[in-house]
């Protein structure tokens, strides 16, 4: 494999840690904004930002796992 492949891998998960860091900051700051407008929904707004953060998870786990199976075949 060549070299520039590995580059695009690398950059791959770079950017899928990156994009994953910025959706769970948005995800748990709207969740906080919330509970300040509404405190009485604090326990649904946890759960919600939990199902969230998951969500946000799963593409950049999703990529790092392909970038590093095209990281060993090189």
């Given at each position: 494999m060549s070299s520039l492949a590995l580059i695009g891998a690398?950059?791959?998960a770079a950017g899928a840690a990156i994009g994953g860091a910025?959706?769970?900051?948005?995800?748990i700051s709207k969740m906080l904004e919330g509970m300040a407008r509404q405190p009485e929904l604090s326990?649904?707004?946890?759960?919600?930002?939990?199902?969230?953060?998951?969500l946000v998870e799963a593409?950049?786990?999703?990529?790092i796992?392909?970038?590093?199976?095209?990281?060993?075949k090189g």
């Open positions: 690398g950059l791959a910025i959706g769970n900051g948005l995800v326990g649904q707004l946890r759960t919600n930002m939990f199902i969230g953060v998951g593409v950049p786990i999703i990529s796992v392909i970038s590093f199976l095209l990281f060993a």
